[in-house]
Structures are given as C-alpha cells and as structure tokens.
C-alpha cells in the first residue's frame, strides 16, 4: 500500500537542509521539531442533547495536551474538531475533508459506535490511523479489526458484561433489559447477558432519539424484576433517571452503563444518588496521573471529567509516546503502527496494554453514584469486577503483521 504524508518534509529535503546548515549532524526530533504541526481530527459530537458527552471528549484531549505543551513527541500540534451532529452522513463528510483538505494525520475521538462505524473505511483506507477514545463496537474487535485502528476505551461487550458479572454477584435472578436500538444498543444486551445466568424478563430496544419512557417504565412496574440493566448515554439516560425516581421504581436496583456518569450527573442531581454503574475508570481511582489530570480538568473547566474525557486523555498520552518512539517522523506507518501498539504511557486507569486486536487489556469497575463533600456529583469505584480483561472477540482477530 502506497502512502502519503501531509504536511512534513521529504527525506531529500531533510538531508538538503543537513547540508546546508554546515552544523554537522542534527539529531531527528530537532528537526522534526522545525517541521509543520502534526495535524489531529477529534471527532466529537458538539450538536443536540449528546453534546455533553462529546464535550466530554473534546475537553479531555484538551487537557492531555495542556500536559504535554501542546506537543506530541516534541511536535506541535493543530486540533482540528469535527463534530460529526449524530449525523453518519455528516461525519463522513466532514471526516473525508479533513483528511482531503486539511491532510490530518490522525483521527481520534467518537462518542457513538454508529459514527465509527461510518468513518473506519474512508479513514483507514487513506492509511491514516484511526484511534477511538469511547466508541468500541465488537464489529472491529474480531474478524473486522484493521491495523490502522486503536481503540483506548474497551470492547462494547466487556464493559456490558461487568453489570451482568454484577448482577449475578448480588444474587439478582429476574433482570429487566433496556437499550437503544444501534449497534452499541445491541453490544450492551450482548455483554450484559454473557455473564449474567438468571431469567431476562424483557428485552426492549428504543429509538437512539427517545426522551420519554412512560411505557417502558409501566412495563418495568408490571413485571417487579429484581433489578434493571440499561444503556442510556447522554440525554436518553438524563430523562430516564428523572422518570425512574419520579415513578417510584427507586426501590428496583437501577444498574447501568454510562446512564449515570459524570457527563449526565449534573443533569440528573439527586434522582441518580446510589445508582450503580460499571466502568473501566471513576475519578476517585488512586493514581498520580489520575490525580493530576482530575485535579487540573476540574480547575479548567469547572466540571467533574467522566470516562469520555478520560479515555481521551489517554489518547493523547497514547499519542505523544508513539510519535516520541519514532523521532517525531510519521512516513514509517509500520513503525509508527509499533509505537502505538506499545502503548509505552501512564494511563489514569493505572494498567492499561493493547491486546492482539488493538483493544485495551484492562480492569473494569463496578462505581455507584456519590454526592461529594463539595456538593458535586460522581461515581467512585465500589470494587473490581474484571482484572485484566481481554475482550470477547480478540480471537478471532487476525491481524497483518505489517500494513
């Protein structure tokens, strides 16, 4: 496969300007240093009631770079946001210009799976890396995995499995089952039903746009589950606590997958406290690097970070090691692809590798929702569920040793 690289100088340009500086041999990163910014498409919904959680994600890459001066491997960096409006056909469009026009060299980000899903042929076929910091559908995790696609969040099925692995901890025996109908929608059931071993009362799929669920929640009261399990990001999971509280249906354990998070708690106040979640990170996890960024993300934005923002954060460390490892010089993809895969940064989840699929290999968390001293909203870790999980579909990868 033939490459091109935009924006950076050609080795014979590089070995003229040896010449010409009679200064000897310069050492590669310096001269990468003088080269154009490396140019970084984030793809993160900024249209509608989702926006927060794109927000999320736009923020978190933010604040990685603040950490890293604005560089990545000692490069200066140009962010260029995309926000793909929950619109496939959008972000395909704005993606194709971004790699057409403005000549990225990296895409990252992607709230929702069904925009992924949309970008990973015009991405990856351009031979440009694709690296998803939340969208993780197991459709790229087995037999579709691609050598030009990272993913620094999990597999959709894994951090789905944690609530069912949960369920069946806490004894739960008759659980309710509520997601929307897409691709992530689906994972969610998938995951959750992989470790859970009781009877699934209903399984309901709603529209990714519904806001109100009177109907589902009468369905809810009629059949008594011992608890739920649901999927509701962003404003579905805003409206869905609301009612669930107002219902009176607070006595049925509410367990969850990025319903209640630190994007949705600000929104969702009191009628989500004792909530439970699981996750493959929470803001109170005890690290020096998870300190830090929580302590300067909250000083910078004067918001609680949620995983959105986590993983993104990550994605730029991810990021700055891989272009350190190679000198700053992104026409070697096959390098560059090893520098990645190493993954040679400190994650705020503490252990964090890539997998033979280029999916995480992580620790997941049952959290539950806190009221803080300071009257904010968050989850924090209850205990660990899954330790080092490697995800459902890795086996069935079969990865190309070389691009």
Known sequence: MAFQESGHKTGATRRGLLLASGAGVLAAPALHAQAAPIKVGVVAVQTGPQAALGTQLRDGWTMGLRHLNNQLGGRA??????????????????VRAALERDRVDFVVGVVFSNILQAIMRPVTESGTFLI???????????????????????NNDQVH????????????????????NYQAGRDAMAGF??????????????????????????????????????????????????????AGLANIPFLSTFTVDEATLPAQGEAALGFYSGANWAPNMDNAQNTRFVRDFEAAFNYVPATYAAQSYDTAMLLDSAVRKVGGNLTDKNALRAA???????SVRGGFRFGANQYPVQDFWLCQVVRRPDGKFQTQTVRRVLEANVDPWAAQCRMPARV
Do not use: H, W
């Open 340 to 346: 990645i895969a190493a993954a040679d940064f400190t």
């Open 161 to 180: 499995s944690v609530m069912g692995q949960a369920a069946q901890d806490l004894g739960y025996r008759r659980v309710f089952l509520m997601t929307p």
């Open 132 to 154: 998803s910091s939340n969208a993780g559908p197991s459709t790229f995790a087995g037999r579709g995995c691609n050598p030009f696609f990272f993913n620094t969040s999990y």
């Open 193 to 246: 039903k992989s470790r859970f071993q009781g009877e699934v009362l209903d399984e309901v799929y709603v529209p990714l746009t519904q806001l109100d669920f009177s109907a589902e929640l009468a369905r809810i009261a009629s059949l008594r589950p011992d608890a739920i399990f649901t999927f509701m990001p962003g404003g579905l999971g805003v409206n869905l606590v609301r009612q669930y509280r107002q």
């Open 77 to 94: 960096v140009e962010t260029i946001v995309i926000d793909d409006e929950l619109r496939p056909d959008v972000a395909v469009t704005k």
